[in-house]
């Protein structure tokens, strides 16, 4: 375990969120512009979907395709009351903003998953395709919950604007139709795009992982004010929580070492891009600060330094 953290510290694209937190502290003008830090995103987003249905496509679909998506719904749905209770008896949170840091913590992060994939690649270890998939359908479930605990009322109010922003989410659109095309096309799409899908990956992952570290520097250095201990306390223990969630469910579908790795990672992670648009639109009175800090300044450097190795060794550990 201490060497794939070792391995994971050491390499590129760590080092280069970690060389974007730091140029923060020191008040570097360095940034990514807005267009082209979406334009990373959509650019991870379409590889990794691409290259998830083309395994899907290689591989034939299954019933394990089918339990890992039942899986990550119940994960996504279920982790939001877990948070939810938790922050409520260890934080001085109130209701409305518990609901919506609870919401955050039942999604996923997309960049911890892309990242996680790019470390069990770099380690040789395989994984089921179809995880894209369950990686998109484990963003709305939690939002819903985030929701129903937050204000019951929210879910009738705005729903139209609501279910737009989830469902039309930009990176997750790009994920499920990248996956779409990647079934269709199959090896012979693969083949086609290789050269830009797969070859310049780890190149555009850097990048976008040193806007990260500017980001979450930036989040640090100004939010920092709106954390309490506790509250940052639960925000390293909440990922450890999802990920032992994770843990025991994966025996129960059937998943692969990386399989069972993936979806650890995925319920450790924390939302900053989808959830933080629809809690604005369904809680506005809640503090976006708070979430975004704790997501994005917190849980991912924390999943990305430490928690990425430990998830992948346990997955490991459970196999042998």
């Not at 894209?132 to 359908?137: D, F, I, K, R, T």
């Not at 605990?149 to 930009?170: K, P, S, T, V, Y």
Request: aromatic fraction near 8%.
């Amino acid at each position: 375990m201490f060497e794939l953290a070792l391995q994971n510290l050491l390499s590129p694209m760590v080092l280069f969120f970690l060389l974007g937190c730091g140029l923060t502290a020191v008040r570097s003008d360095l940034s990514i512009p807005g267009a082209v830090a979406k334009l990373l995103v959509l650019y991870l987003m379409m590889s990794i979907g691409f290259r998830g249905g083309a395994e899907v496509a290689h591989q034939g679909l299954s019933s394990k395709l089918l339990l890992s998506i039942v899986a990550g719904l119940l994960l996504s749905f279920l982790t939001p009351f877990v948070a939810f209770a938790l922050l409520r008896l260890t934080t001085g949170l109130d209701r409305v903003n518990a609901a919506s840091v609870a919401a955050h913590y039942g999604s996923i992060s997309a960049v911890t998953f892309v990242t996680g994939l790019s470390a069990l690649a770099q380690l040789g270890i395989p994984y089921e395709g179809f995880m894209v998939a369950v990686a998109a359908v484990m963003e709305t479930p939690a939002i819903i919950s985030g929701l129903a605990l937050g204000r019951r009322d929210a879910l009738a109010n705005g729903r139209q604007e609501l279910l737009r922003e989830i469902l039309l989410n930009g990176a997750v659109v790009m994920l499920l139709g990248s996956f779409a095309i990647g079934i269709f096309t199959g090896d012979r799409g693969m083949t086609m795009l290789q050269p830009f899908l797969i070859q310049m990956f780890p190149g555009f992952l850097c990048l976008f992982l040193l806007d990260m570290g500017l980001v979450a520097g930036r989040g640090l250095r100004d939010g920092w004010r709106s954390l309490s201990p506790q509250v940052v306390v639960f925000a390293v223990v909440m990922p450890l929580i999802g990920a032992t969630a994770a843990a025991l469910m994966a025996p129960l579908v059937g998943l692969s070492v990386g399989g069972t790795a993936v979806l650890i990672i995925l319920a450790a992670s924390a939302s900053y891009i989808a959830v933080p648009a629809a809690m604005q639109l369904a809680l506005p009175q809640a503090n976006p600060a708070i979430p975004l800090t704790l997501s994005l300044g917190v849980t991912f450097p924390f999943n990305l330094v430490v928690g990425i190795p430990v998830y992948i060794a346990v997955a490991q550990r459970m196999a042998g």
